[in-house]
């Protein structure tokens, strides 16, 4: 039986669905994995995050195994739990990443609390919440000795969060080995699941002015910030129906009594069709600055392919469907905007299911958020896959 064909009539996959999960016993030991904060940026503070992942795993027997990082990012963690088949190929791959947009100290104004059905805190949905869930549903499998159809691994990632530059060959090469991949990125608003990602390219743009000294000779200087000021607006203007343009992060001059030399700014561009980024990639390294006196220089960052589903995808969201109904809920699926490293796994036409994690909202923000009632349905979820697929 292929990943394509649903098995939630297993006896073990019964057992996973009636694991005696508690929201509150899951929400005292994420709230451990959410206040070690861990910017992709902030090396130290990822690994210190992977540090307290690999403790977790290993307490369950888990093989655990740190693959130190490049490019002054941090370290990755992959896991191998013992399998009565051995550690073949073909196993389940839990692909999910620790690190978060939010920087050291944003706990301070965003601490981890619950305010009803919410539990609060930075990179508590996107996306430790759905990778403790993982882990916990891994967990209750071990403890009450049901077994998982194949062999699973974990891979936890560190650079998600800027397009994972440094870690998409171990991820594509770790999944070449697998039969199946599930992402417990956050769930889609109404609960379901994805099953495709747009197509996302990065770009870094830097202007280059003209100094002078703002003061006695403003008019003497080419400022490199105003031409970027200039070069932002004509580009989220090119946003379409087809494709979406933004410019996220700008960065330019040193004193502001001099007309800046240089001005650096990141863009992103998102499509649904490969086709679509591919004209997006072409428009926007075709800029050009708007005078003779300044200069534009754009380079290409890191891309997400498109994912499109397949057979095989359907398959598994055939299967996740079928075990959601048996807990008394129901799951759509789609494909979504804002990469995972789904989208590598899934353009390799491994069959993937993306977005198990949990239900929440403010998704980088200050008002990051999980909802406590989804905890436990989307444990058991996890874990009637794990016995499933």
Not at 177 to 192: F, I, N, Q, S, Y
Not at 236 to 245: I, K
Not at 337 to 364: C, E, K, R, W, Y
């Amino acid at each position: 039986m292929d990943a394509t064909e649903t098995r939630t009539e297993q006896p073990e996959a019964q057992r996973a669905l009636a694991l005696p999960f508690e929201a509150t016993a899951l929400l005292e030991g994420l709230r451990l994995w959410v206040e070690c904060e861990s910017p992709t940026f902030d090396a130290a503070a990822v690994n210190r995050m992977m540090s307290l992942a690999s403790r977790d795993l290993a307490l369950l027997g888990a093989r655990v195994e740190r693959i130190p990082g490049r490019m002054g990012l941090g370290d990755c963690v992959r896991a191998r739990f013992p399998h009565p088949d051995g550690e073949m190929e073909g196993g389940i791959l839990v692909l999910a990443h620790l690190d978060t947009v939010h920087p050291v100290g944003t706990l301070g104004a965003l601490p981890y609390r619950v305010e009803g059905e919410r539990a609060f805190g930075p990179g508590i949905c996107d996306m430790k919440g759905g990778t403790y869930i993982a882990l916990q549903a891994m967990a209750a499998m071990v403890q009450a000795g049901i077994a998982t159809r194949r062999p699973v691994t974990f891979l936890l990632t560190s650079d998600e969060e800027i397009g994972s530059p440094s870690t998409r060959d171990l991820i594509e090469a770790e999944a070449a080995r697998h039969e199946v991949v599930l992402v417990p990125e956050p769930a889609r608003p109404d609960g379901g699941v994805v099953t495709g990602r747009y197509a996302i390219a990065r770009f870094n743009l830097r202007t280059t002015g003209r100094p002078s000294h703002a003061g006695s000779a403003l008019s003497d200087g080419r400022s490199a910030i105003r031409e970027m000021c200039r070069q932002v607006l004509a580009i989220e203007a090119m946003t379409t129906e087809a494709c979406t343009f933004s410019v996220g992060v700008v960065q330019g001059g040193h004193w502001v009594n001099c007309v800046a030399t240089h001005c650096d700014a990141e863009a992103l561009t998102m499509a649904k069709r490969q086709a679509d980024l591919d004209q997006a990639v072409e428009r926007m390294l075709g800029l050009a600055a708007g005078a003779a006196d300044v200069q534009l220089a754009v380079r290409r960052g890191v891309t997400r392919p498109v994912w499109e589903p397949d057979a095989n995808t359907m398959g598994l969201y055939a299967t996740a469907k079928g075990l959601a109904a048996k807990l008394g809920f129901a799951i759509s699926h789609q494909s979504a905007g804002g990469g995972s490293d789904g989208n590598f796994t899934g353009a390799m036409g491994i069959p993937t299911l993306d977005g198990l994690g949990v239900q929440g909202a403010g998704i980088h923000t200050l008002q990051e958020h999980l909802l406590i009632d989804s905890l436990v349905p989307r444990a058991r979820l996890f874990a009637g896959l794990l016995a499933s697929v």
